[in-house]
């Protein structure tokens, strides 16, 4: 049996699960807390640990153009139990990496229920272990007890809202309107689509606009995250938004009208590996259900959609990461209390999971050895994304964000504009190796 004392992870999300997996495989005993299924959140819907709650997709996966594609392939060499469960249950999507929601998030909970040296503890952590090191992986959706310790601890907290895609049974898509092809074939037959001429697509803008809207239980403004727009917000920005955003049809050639480019086209992408759930890409809403079912039903091909899930609307919270965090993702004068995941302010799935590993690599280094060693390169994906929420220069304008080759370090020479992310991406897998021979 380990003499050494376990460290307690409040969270099973994609964030705590992996940090917990990371420790594990390093000889560190692990208590992970998940309050599901007793007590829920306005977005879950299973106690399964690192549930997807908003879209099946993971994004691209290609390291030489997208940075996301890149984390994933650092994450990789790091044996990241998100990214195994992720490759098992990969799902035809173009360039992207989508899975099969329900088993991606069965297989990492078996992972983890089977691990030795983790204990699945299924109760609310309300604050920090009295003894020994916690980690916050509590996510954006944290319980009200745990979040009255943070607001008490910290100060008052950040905020934005997400909101979540419909998702739309197979059987109930009318494919004599619509068809398979995803953009200039990449990846094949990966996306539904669902054409509208300019009049449709006119009439659908009007109706986003006048559609009655959920009223919010807040005491703030709304602050949305970017990168996750409603779509009724999304065309207040202008008519045109849309069709340049997630209804843009290049690259699409409808078959019914002799391969026709449509005005506008409305894309579904696979969500489970049967094949009978496809959700609405980019059509994340804050309409009521039953505005939803009236406007989604205007669009060519789905007049007579099954909706398995309707959009919904979210309060996630966050830290002033930079400005509480050191650069190992403790919190400034209290170092046995670590963060990890979208609460720190990290947007997006592949990014909650890659802070859990940093997290988890960094706890596992001050049990082992007594010290945290040297932080992974700037240059890299993972560096990158831990100097964004843990620079201090960062606190007074921080907003969560994706990893983004924004983020990075210019290249040393000159290189050309369109072999500039390539060579990023070369050098950060480079430095990577690297620093993984000093640290195995």
Known sequence: MSTIAPVHVIGAGLA???AAWQLAQRGVPVHLYEMRPEQTTPAHQTGHCAELVCSNSLRSDDPQRNAVGLLHQE????DSVIMMAADRHRLPAGGALAVDREGFSAWISEQVHNHPLIQLRRQEMQEPAQEGITLIASGPLTSPALSHWLENRLGPQLSFYDALAPIVSYDSIDFGQCWKQSRYDKGGDDYINCPMNKAQYETFIDALLNGEQTPLKSFEAIQYFEGCLPIEVMATRGRETLRFGPMKPVGLFNPHQGGKTPHAVVQLRQDNQLGTLWNMVGFQTKLTWPAQRTIFRT??????????????????????????????????????VFFAGQITGVEGYVESAASGLLAGHFIAQQVLHGQINDLPPATTALGALLAHVTSGANAATFQPMNVNFGLFPEL???????DRKAALSQRALQDLQQWIGKNA
């Open 412 to 418: 040393p020479h000159s290189t050309r504009k369109m």
């Open 16 to 18: 705590g699960s992996e």
């Open 75 to 78: 994450m990789r060499l790091l």
């Open 299 to 336: 669009i060519p091909g789905l007049e007579q959609a099954e909706f398995l899930r309707l959009g919904a609307i979210h309060r996630n919270l966050f830290i002033n990461s930079p400005r509480l965090l050191t650069p190992h993702l403790s919190l400034q004068g209290q170092e046995n």
